[in-house]
C-alpha cells in the first residue's frame, strides 16, 4: 500500500519545512510535486523535481509565484522530499499536498494547512 504523509516544521524567521515521506512505492523513480489549495480555488502545482525514471532526472521547476522563496529537494534513500519555505506570505496560505507521479501510477497526500499571517 502506498502512503505520502505530510509534516511541516516552523523554522527561524517565519520560514517553514514541508516533509513527505513516501512508503510502497520505488521513490527514486517518481516525480515529486508539491501542490496546495485554498477554499474554492483548484489545485496549484508549486514546486517539481523529477526522479530518476525521467529523461533529466533532479530537474527542478517552480511556480512563478514561489521562484527564489521555495526550494524542493528528495533524497532517494529516505525516500522523502521537502518543500524549504522562506520569506513566506499571507498569501501561501494553502492546504500543501505532496504528489508522486511515474507512467500511469500517481499518489496523492492527504495534506497539510500551510498558514501565513500578515
Known amino acids: 500500500q502506498v502512503q505520502l504523509v505530510e509534516s511541516n516544521l516552523a523554522g527561524p524567521g517565519g520560514s517553514l519545512r514541508l516533509s513527505c515521506a513516501a512508503t510502497?512505492?520505488?521513490?527514486?523513480?517518481?516525480?515529486m510535486n508539491w501542490h496546495r489549495q485554498t477554499p474554492g480555488n483548484q489545485r496549484e502545482l508549486v514546486a517539481t523535481?523529477?526522479?530518476?525514471?525521467?529523461?533529466?532526472?533532479?530537474?527542478?521547476n517552480y511556480a512563478d509565484s514561489v521562484k527564489g522563496r521555495f526550494t524542493i529537494s528528495r533524497n532517494n534513500t529516505k525516500a522523502t522530499v521537502s518543500l524549504q519555505m522562506d520569506s513566506l506570505r499571507p498569501e501561501d496560505t494553502a492546504i500543501y499536498y505532496c504528489?508522486?507521479?511515474?507512467?500511469?501510477?500517481?499518489?496523492w497526500g492527504q495534506g497539510t494547512q500551510v498558514t501565513v499571517s500578515s
Open positions: 510502497g512505492l520505488l521513490f527514486r523513480f517518481y516525480t
Open positions: 504528489h508522486a507521479k511515474y507512467g500511469s501510477s500517481e499518489y
Open positions: 523535481i523529477h526522479g530518476d525514471g525521467a529523461h533529466d532526472p533532479n530537474y527542478v
